[in-house]
């Protein structure tokens, strides 16, 4: 199976269902995030799930856990494949979000975003490496309950070797030659699936190149 779920990273309704369309082939999922979210709700996630294709809800839900847990009951009726938390919501907030997602929905802990490097971490209070950060978080996601972990390309070959059945998403991915824009921690596709990845999710490489399908397909190629 295509372990690449494009990022529809768009607040409007009929270029997402373009994206959609034209790379419909070439990947293995769609990815619904804030910014799509917060322009069309659940009612626009239903619309692109019509496509048969399994969504990925990258919410990043991060709040106290009585808070969480009610949110992804109300999520619950869309039953995407994925739907992501913070793990620094802490080990009740993870837990309480897995309770009250579907049995075929798995929760998904955002470790580190792959945006920032060592010195952001510093800038936040956190001391050590982002290796360290993000094994101690995925550690915290696993006795939590949960199924998996969002993390860089750079952390996967660890986090595969301590925690061997998650489901470990990792974004940050950047064929050769492409513009990081505001990525800090990326690899190639086919390095981080070598590493360990179980999901791949790619954005701008797709999106933003002149033909979305074509590029869908060469990276495809590249596994
Ligand atoms: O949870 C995510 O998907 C995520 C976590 C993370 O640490 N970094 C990250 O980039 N993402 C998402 O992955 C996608 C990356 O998009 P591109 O940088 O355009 O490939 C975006 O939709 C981000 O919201």
């Known amino acids: 199976m295509n372990p690449v779920f494009v990022a529809i990273d768009t607040p409007d309704l009929a270029q997402a269902q373009a994206l959609a369309a034209a790379v419909a082939h070439h990947v293995g999922g769609l990815k619904l995030g804030l910014e799509f979210f917060a322009a069309h709700g659940a009612g626009g996630v239903a619309q692109l799930a019509g496509r048969g294709l399994p969504i990925f809800l990258d919410l990043k839900l991060h709040d106290i856990p009585n ?3 009610k949110a992804v009951a109300a999520l619950a009726p869309l039953a995407p494949a994925l739907l992501t938390v913070h793990a620094a919501g802490g080990r009740a907030m993870l837990a309480a979000a897995r309770a009250a997602a ?11 975003l792959t945006s920032l490097d060592a010195g952001d971490l510093a800038d936040t209070g956190v001391m050590g490496t982002p290796g360290d950060h993000v094994l101690r978080l995925s550690a915290l996601a696993r006795v939590a309950g949960v199924d998996g972990i969002v993390c860089s390309g750079e952390e996967v070959a660890s986090a595969r070797l301590s925690w061997p059945d998650a489901t470990l998403v990792v974004p940050g991915l950047r064929p050769a030659d492409t513009a990081l824009g505001d990525q ?19 954005g ?4 933003e190149a002149s033909d979305p399908a074509a590029a869908a397909r060469a990276i495809a190629r590249s596994l």
């Open 102 to 112: 579907p049995a075929s929905t798995r929760v998904i802990a955002v470790t580190m």
């Open 204 to 207: 701008r490489p797709i999106t």
């Open 184 to 202: 800090k921690r990326a690899v190639t596709p086919a390095a981080a699936l070598a590493a360990g990845a179980s999901v791949l999710v790619i």
């Open 67 to 69: 808070t969480v847990g």
